[in-house]
């Protein structure tokens, strides 16, 4: 297809999504989190946060009726879509049908071989995620070192407030880290509940997930870094000393670590930054 050609009419018009949706019988799924976009800027937006160009290659995860696919499609996107729900790909051999730049993988992106599905080439990752699983998505994203240049994916707010999160405040968690460690996360948009059908009862926003060419800091071991992260936010009510020993580690090797990090033992985790954390992992690392 050319580019910016509209070969079927638009999905995320609110007639037509309506319309799909009667002819094939087709319900949101509340246990599959779904919830169909109705709003053309919105999609529009997705699509310009993505930067895609002609011949981007794009993973898109949950792709339900094919609102968001379309527009990556007629943006010029090579588009992967992967979908869970089993009734869909029938469906989107019919909305999309003629748009010979999309791809539909039937399936669970948790089990899906992403490396094998999209190769080595870089790639970039839009998605529409559904609530209730968007953290171990975007933690297997982050963490499987696939070579994805940008995440542009519609979260809740709630969640985008977290990924963004700085020291010391409520939001900042494990998530935060590791999103910040991986990417330069940024909020570009505010997507009001009246943009979906049905309308959730969350508000959500659209996040972009610039991926660094090297991680944020610089630390001897990723798994030990991640492992002290999530241990240190694992009671939070706790200081960083008291949260690592209800985790399982030595008391000498916590006293070990922070005295080599420089880290105040009343210290809470939520308090450490990014290098506080690498500097910590690498003092557990000093013994072994």
């Given at each position: 297809?050319?580019e910016?050609?509209?070969?079927?009419?638009?999905?995320v018009?609110?007639?037509?999504?309506?319309?799909?949706?009667?002819?094939?019988?087709?319900?949101?799924s509340?246990?599959?989190?779904?919830?169909f976009?109705i709003?053309?800027?919105?999609?529009?937006?997705?699509?310009l946060?993505?930067?895609?160009?002609?011949g981007d290659r794009v993973?898109e995860?949950?792709p339900g009726?094919?609102t968001?696919?379309?527009?990556?499609?007629e943006?010029?996107?090579?588009v992967t879509a992967v979908?869970l729900?089993?009734?869909?790909?029938a469906v989107?051999?019919?909305?999309l049908?003629?748009?010979?730049?999309?791809?539909?993988?039937?399936g669970?992106?948790?089990?899906?071989d992403?490396?094998e599905?999209?190769?080595?080439?870089?790639?970039?990752?839009?998605?529409?995620?559904?609530?209730?699983i968007t953290?171990?998505?975007?933690?297997?994203?982050?963490?499987?070192k696939l070579?994805?240049?940008l995440?542009v994916?519609?979260?809740?707010?709630?969640?985008?407030?977290r990924?963004?999160a700085?020291p010391?405040?409520?939001?900042?968690g494990?998530l935060s880290?590791?999103?910040?460690?991986y990417t330069?996360?940024?909020?570009v948009?505010?997507?009001?509940?009246?943009?979906?059908?049905?309308?959730?009862e969350v508000?959500?926003?659209?996040i972009?997930?610039?991926r660094?060419?090297?991680?944020?800091v610089?630390?001897?071991?990723?798994?030990m870094?991640f492992?002290?992260a999530r241990a240190?936010?694992?009671?939070?009510?706790?200081?960083?000393?008291?949260?690592l020993?209800?985790?399982?580690?030595l008391?000498?090797?916590i006293?070990?670590a922070?005295?080599y990090?420089g880290i105040?033992t009343?210290r809470?985790?939520?308090?450490?930054?990014?290098?506080?954390f690498?500097?910590?992992?690498?003092g557990?690392l000093?013994?072994?």
């Amino acid at each position: 297809m050319t580019e910016n050609q509209t070969i079927m009419p638009r999905i995320v018009l609110p007639e037509v999504t309506h319309r799909i949706l009667k002819h094939f019988g087709l319900k949101a799924s509340h246990r599959l989190g779904q919830n169909f976009l109705i709003a053309p800027a919105i999609v529009e937006g997705i699509v310009l946060a993505a930067e895609i160009q002609p011949g981007d290659r794009v993973l898109e995860i949950g792709p339900g009726i094919g609102t968001l696919t379309q527009a990556l499609a007629e943006a010029g996107a090579q588009v992967t879509a992967v979908e869970l729900d089993k009734k869909l790909p029938a469906v989107l051999a019919e909305t999309l049908k003629g748009y010979d730049n999309v791809t539909i993988v039937p399936g669970d992106i948790l089990k899906v071989d992403i490396k094998e599905l999209m190769g080595e080439e870089p790639f970039k990752v839009v998605a529409n995620l559904p609530y209730y699983i968007t953290t171990p998505i975007l933690l297997e994203l982050l963490e499987k070192k696939l070579n994805i240049s940008l995440i542009v994916t519609m979260v809740q707010k709630e969640v985008a407030e977290r990924m963004v999160a700085e020291p010391g405040g409520k939001d900042y968690g494990a998530l935060s880290v590791a999103v910040q460690y991986y990417t330069e996360p940024d909020i570009v948009l505010t997507v009001p509940p009246k943009s979906f059908h049905p309308a959730p009862e969350v508000d959500s926003v659209v996040i972009r997930c610039r991926r660094r060419n090297t991680p944020a800091v610089e630390c001897k071991d990723e798994k030990m870094f991640f492992r002290v992260a999530r241990a240190s936010f694992g009671q939070r009510r706790k200081t960083l000393v008291n949260a690592l020993k209800g985790a399982g580690f030595l008391k000498e090797d916590i006293e070990r670590a922070v005295k080599y990090a420089g880290i105040d033992t009343g210290r809470r985790g939520e308090t450490l930054s990014l290098e506080e954390f690498a500097g910590l992992a690498d003092g557990f690392l000093k013994g072994e």
